[in-house]
């Protein structure tokens, strides 16, 4: 019995970027202004179709670097300079969640160290960092007074599933160092760790935990005094992808 596609309605695959990183100590999303409708006008996470010739992971990376300017790199080997660790979220396919038509999106969740303000390209008239609790709340307002929530589409929830992913994750893998420069020092990971977690962490165990455990963090050799005070030593992120025992998220 021969397959007959036109007997199945059409829907199309999108990719959405939840695009996070760490600004003024506090953990931010990527968010571009429509310039297009569905939505025009409204903030969204960046993002858009799939093509014909292209997979999941090809179309997020063109994406983030069409949108946004960033691009993404192997998240097998270390960071690079103006890069941004890329990996798979979750598929979100409410038949009502695009007006235009039946649309399945399979987010990605992207990750990248203190980086300039962006620039928008493609559909995207405005592009910015926004702290995530002021994305995800309703009626948000930035720091300029300007509102900047609700998101478009479903994207308040795919931001908080890449919130809370990101959370989670750098409990139990190295995945923090991401947020980091190519060198840093403990203090530099310990803040990307409060902006994430959203709490205050004592420096002492915090430096115990992440130095002891096997495979984390490599001394550099050098020093730096850009955080003030003493030299700090500076380090990179080791070869482990796992971190055992995990930095457990303390309870608030």
């Not at 303000?117 to 300029?144: H, I, T």
């Not at 994207?155 to 599933?161: E, K, M, N, S, Y």
Request: aromatic share 8%; charged share 20%; hydrophobic share 40%.
């Amino acid at each position: 019995m021969s397959y007959d596609p036109s007997a199945f309605p059409p829907f199309a695959v999108t990719v959405d970027l939840v695009v996070l990183t760490v600004r003024r100590h506090a953990l931010c999303a990527l968010a571009v202004r429509r310039g297009e409708a569905p939505f025009q006008g409204w903030w969204a996470l960046p993002g858009g179709f799939v093509r014909a010739d292209e997979d999941l992971t090809q179309a997020a990376a063109r994406e983030l670097a069409e949108e946004t300017g960033l691009h993404a790199h192997d998240p097998s080997v270390p960071a690079q300079d103006n890069g941004a660790h890329l990996e798979q979220l979750a598929t979100y396919g409410d038949p009502e969640r695009d007006p235009r038509m039946r649309v399945v999106s399979v987010a990605h969740l992207a990750l990248a160290p203190d980086l300039p303000a962006p620039r928008a390209g493609g559909d995207a008239s405005n592009a910015r960092w926004a702290p995530v609790e002021e994305l995800l709340q309703q009626g948000g307002q930035g720091r300029d007074g300007e509102p900047i929530a609700p998101l478009a589409f479903d994207h308040a929830r795919i931001l908080a599933d890449g919130v809370e992913r990101a959370r989670s994750k750098i409990e139990y893998s190295s995945l923090a160092t991401a947020f980091c420069p190519t060198e840093f020092t403990v203090g530099e990971l310990r803040r990307v760790y409060e902006a994430v977690w959203g709490v205050a962490l004592d420096p002492r165990n915090f430096h115990r935990k992440v130095t002891g455990t096997p495979g984390f963090l490599v001394p550099t050799g050098g020093t730096t005094t850009r955080q003030g005070g003493r030299p700090a030593q500076l380090f990179r992120a080791g070869g482990a992808t796992l971190l055992n025992p995990p930095m457990l998220r303390p309870e608030v």
